[in-house]
């Protein structure tokens, strides 16, 4: 007998072991019956709430991007956190913003042709954004387009399609689907996956979002997991902009967690997780039900957590604003922000083919008291790299950006710990 031939028998040994847990998952599906499978089909199609996916009274969206040799293009989806505390009896402060709320978190999921790799675009809550003439396709009312006001205000002049037309006037890149998420909605599904493992270099204390975790590594429950994503006082610079830190670190995790075998195969995780996802979500109508949603998840399957970027525009402050209410919020620095815009939409690489250089800034940290800086300018110091360490905020080096748009580039499978201030100012 060959070496071939004895190795045979093992390997089909290890598909079936591989192939039980699918096999015993299935068996539980059918022994619970159609009818009972259709009731709660139905059910979890209940749970899900949908919009239109624009609401832009007078703007076209933009053209799809280039296909590539088969014919097929990118897929965009926008993911936005609404910041309104609606059914929460008030445990997260801001009393009375129980309507839509604001669109707190807003990151543009940029999926290849090929369905293998995607790019997530943050745009900060506080960039000062032209802001289209909408329609709230519920009540009918009719906002006016306006110039030069905060993104995070776009969910409250039309429900999430205004903030899809807003972000396409934007970034130029034409939104496919967008999915809303609550405050309640990241809570659930932070316990429905067993909790998202992150690793701090640094103690963090937020007395505004009330995360208190020591240094190392935590695994994060519900409450944790909202407050992680929600700090911004106690990382990086204490503004919206370094706050994506928390946020890339999470979702990253998450991402990794969500894909994993463990999660995926075993009944009592897996539901849990779609029974979360349904209820806390709205979505655009084309992908309102359950079916279509996990078709629109099993075409994504693809992507693994190395295989997504994360990257966030060049920014700068806007001390010098005219109007004092908007000294202290954040525009993209031009031409660099369409410039990454448009290697987004094109489908083109991120990264180069060599090392960057440690001391490659993000072009998204404050300047603290004692060391200004020109704004979008940051000095070695204030860089997610600094020059006398290695890794960046997650712990391992990050690729710079071509073309000199003063950004860094992470990936979903970066390993390390999350670094926490970083500044000067007075918290």
Request: aromatic letters at 4%; charged letters at 20%.
């Amino acid at each position: 007998m060959t070496t071939r031939q004895r190795r045979e028998p093992a390997r089909r040994s290890g598909t079936r072991r591989r192939l039980k847990p699918i096999a015993a998952t299935l068996g539980l599906t059918l022994l619970a019956g159609c009818a009972a499978g259709y009731v709660y089909l139905k059910h979890l199609d209940s749970n899900i709430k949908h919009t239109p996916l624009r609401a832009a009274v007078a703007l076209p969206p933009p053209p799809p991007g280039p296909t590539d040799t088969a014919g097929r293009s990118a897929m965009n989806i926008l993911v936005i956190g609404t910041d309104s505390r609606a059914g929460l009896d008030g445990a997260y402060g801001d009393r009375d913003n129980t309507g839509i709320g604001n669109n707190d978190v807003d990151i543009v999921l940029h999926i290849a042709p090929d369905r293998r790799s995607a790019v997530a675009v943050n745009l900060p809550r506080d960039t000062l954004v032209d802001l289209p003439e909408c329609k709230d396709p519920k009540t009918g009312e009719v906002f006016r387009a306006t110039t030069h006001r905060p993104l995070n205000e776009a969910l409250g002049r039309g429900g999430p399609g205004c903030v899809t037309s807003t972000v396409e006037s934007v970034t130029q890149l034409k939104i496919d689907h967008y999915a809303l998420v609550t405050f309640q909605g990241v809570k659930d599904l932070t316990d429905a996956v067993g909790g998202v493992p992150v690793n701090l270099c640094t103690p963090i204390h937020d007395r505004e979002s009330h995360l208190d975790l020591s240094a190392g590594p935590h695994t994060l429950d519900g409450e944790q997991g909202l407050a992680f994503v929600r700090t911004r006082m106690a990382v990086q610079d204490g503004s919206s902009l370094g706050r994506f830190t928390m946020q890339r670190a999470y979702l990253s995790a998450l991402l990794r967690k969500v894909t994993s075998a463990g999660t995926l195969l075993d009944p009592t995780t897996a539901f849990p997780v779609v029974e979360a996802a349904t209820r806390s979500i709205t979505v655009d109508d084309a992908i309102d039900g359950t079916t279509k949603l996990v078709g629109l998840a099993n075409e994504l399957s693809n992507i693994k957590p190395g295989s997504v970027q994360f990257v966030q525009p060049e920014m700068h402050y806007t001390e010098d604003d005219p109007s004092p209410s908007l000294r202290q919020k954040a525009a993209f620095t031009q031409p660099a922000a369409d410039q990454l815009f448009r290697l987004v939409r094109d489908g083109q690489p991120l990264t180069p083919n060599t090392e960057p250089s440690p001391a490659t800034g993000t072009g998204t940290d404050r300047p603290s008291a004692t060391t200004p800086t020109p704004s979008g300018t940051p000095s070695a110091s204030d860089t997610d790299t600094p020059t006398d360490a290695p890794a960046d905020a997650l712990g391992s080096t990050p690729s710079a950006s071509p073309s000199g748009l003063g950004v860094t580039v992470h990936n979903g499978d970066e390993a390390g710990c999350v670094k926490g201030w970083t500044g000067s100012l007075e918290q």
